[in-house]
């Protein structure tokens, strides 16, 4: 067994029912380096690290930091142990506990494929009775499919820091989910004089009314802290899924859902009869300006 080398929290890696999207994610962080220093490694799916996953399984060890991917499946087994041994195990000294991706928050994906066992570490969707619920205040969901590797380095930086991450009712932390991937959208615009793009991939033109974008009502940083520092899915035509929210996956993800032409959602903290009132008059004016643009780049296709 390791002792723990100067002062370093032991940080160790545990995989549900999971794609690996999150693993790899964590991988593009640019100062992945310089941040897993200031850690020890025992366990990590992609790298090297510590100890190798039998020690791990042997429930020997114990560490401060427990990341969990995937949904939690009562009844998985890995290395011939059940997970929830090894999960129970870990929780109990951690003294943090991340849930890395939707489904190890909320249950997302897998949830879907066996909804009857499949879960998150706390939360199935909002209702909160997880195998970890009596760890509660210490777990930090990091909801998203996959999550950004900028949550999770800020939330390893503030906990290396020694620096409280407030959380919001579904324990995610408050500086990363506070917004709405809707703010920093440079389609913004369009949304609110209700010029429509009739495509995916197009430059202009809101992707909320015809293509079933979820950043209104999404709590996600993705347009204010950039993928790869540049990029995010509405800044390259494609709809928000709504990825960090503990409905997703929802279904018909490239509609959004309409009763008698009027959005079934609307934008957070908007009533309903207000934004409706606001989204006719906006109807009833022409911005040419605006209007001109999705014309000639559809043209220009």
Request: hydrophobic letters at 35%.
């Amino acid at each position: 067994m390791h002792s723990k080398q100067d002062n370093k929290p032991r940080l160790l890696w545990l995989q549900g029912v999971t794609c690996n999207g999150n693993t790899h994610s964590f991988l593009n962080l640019p100062y992945l380096p310089l941040l897993l220093d200031k850690f020890e490694v025992l366990y990590y799916p992609a790298m090297e690290a510590l100890h190798s996953f039998e020690e791990i399984s042997a429930c020997k060890l114990s560490c401060d930091v427990l990341i969990f991917e995937g949904a939690y499946d009562p009844l998985m087994k890995r290395n011939g142990v059940f997970m929830k041994e090894m999960l129970a195990h870990y929780a109990a000294t951690a003294k943090h506990i991340v849930a890395a991706g939707t489904c190890a928050s909320f249950g997302g994906m897998f949830k879907e494929a066996a909804s009857h066992r499949n879960s998150g570490i706390l939360f199935n969707e909002e209702e909160m009775n997880g195998p970890l619920l009596k760890h509660k205040k210490r777990i930090i969901n990091l909801s998203g499919c996959p999550i950004h590797p900028e949550w999770m380095g800020y939330t390893l930086s503030m906990i290396a820091n020694d620096q409280t991450v407030i959380t919001d009712e579904l324990h995610r932390p408050v500086e990363l989910y506070s917004n709405l991937a809707h703010h920093g959208c440079t389609r913004n615009e369009y949304f609110e004089w209700k010029v429509d793009t009739k495509g995916f991939g197009q430059k202009e033109g809101c992707l909320f009314y015809e293509q079933g974008c979820r950043a209104p009502m999404t709590h996600a940083s993705c347009n204010k802290i950039l993928w790869n520092e540049v990029s995010s899915k509405t800044r390259i035509g494609t709809p928000c899924f709504g990825c960090t929210e503990p409905d997703f996956p929802r279904t018909e993800l490239f509609q959004t859902k309409t009763n008698m032409s009027i959005p079934e959602d609307v934008p957070l903290g908007v009533p309903k009869r207000s934004y409706l009132t606001m989204a006719g008059i906006a109807k009833t004016f022409h911005i040419k300006r605006l209007e001109g643009k999705l014309i000639d780049y559809k043209t220009t296709d």
